[in-house]
Antibody
């Protein structure tokens, strides 16, 4: 069965960096687009970034563009999110989510999330 | 595209019918609209995609309808496990956006 396991969250000061990972299993990782979606405490869902199945195409929400970088290692079945210049408003649970196709824009499986807290 | 869900909170009893609305700020072409269910402390779960197609393993008491800018999620007969927060999401245009959610409470 599909499993997505995020890691790398924690408490970090504003302006610092953090890298999240998402280990995928139970499906052919290299043939699906992948996303990051976040949820601030007690708030709704916000799409963050998407990467195509082969890593050649990426797209970001305006709120993170220029600060976050999505990447993937298909040989390791792992998705990444490099987060630089973190802000207090980036505090959220970060979910990795599988696209049902190459890049359809919705999410058929989700990980359980990793919590990022940006605070001084 | 801004999605507005209504009502914000819906109070019903098991066995009743629930109707949740999602209105878009512009027409969503090809009915690229999804619905998700989220329970406390859990990740969201895909219920409906393409406005009306049920995801794998979703009971048939869940149904989606609508087109253009108006969409509806209907739960025909509420089970105790259905009380949760429901989000709609459009994937017609990037950035992919979610509604603010409808809390379905007992």
């Amino acid at each position: 069965q599909v499993q997505l396991v995020e890691s790398g969250g924690g408490v970090v000061q504003p302006g610092r960096s953090l890298r999240l990972s998402c280990a995928a299993s139970g499906f052919t990782f290299s043939t699906y687009g992948m996303h990051w979606v976040r949820q601030a405490p007690g708030k709704g869902l916000e799409w963050v970034a998407v990467i195509s199945y082969d890593g050649s195409r990426k797209h970001y929400a305006d709120s993170v563009k220029g600060r976050f970088t999505i990447s993937r290692d298909n040989s390791e079945n792992t998705l990444y999110l490099q987060m630089n210049s973190l802000r207090v408003e980036d505090t959220a649970m970060y979910y990795c989510a599988k696209d049902p196709g190459f890049w359809s824009g919705h999410f058929d499986f989700w990980g359980q999330g990793t919590l990022v807290t940006v605070s001084s | 595209i801004v999605l507005t869900q209504s009502p914000g909170t819906l109070s019903l009893s098991p066995g009743e019918r629930a109707t949740l609305s999602c209105r878009a700020s512009q027409s969503i072409s090809r009915s690229y609209l999804a619905w998700y269910q989220q329970k406390p402390g859990q990740a969201p779960r895909l219920l409906i995609y393409g406005a009306s197609s049920r995801a794998t393993g979703i009971p048939d008491r869940f149904s989606g309808s609508g087109s253009g800018a108006d969409f509806t999620l209907t739960i025909s007969r509420l089970e105790p496990e259905d009380f949760a927060v429901y989000y709609c999401q459009q994937y017609d245009n990037s950035p992919y956006t979610f509604g603010q959610g409808t809390k379905l409470e007992i």
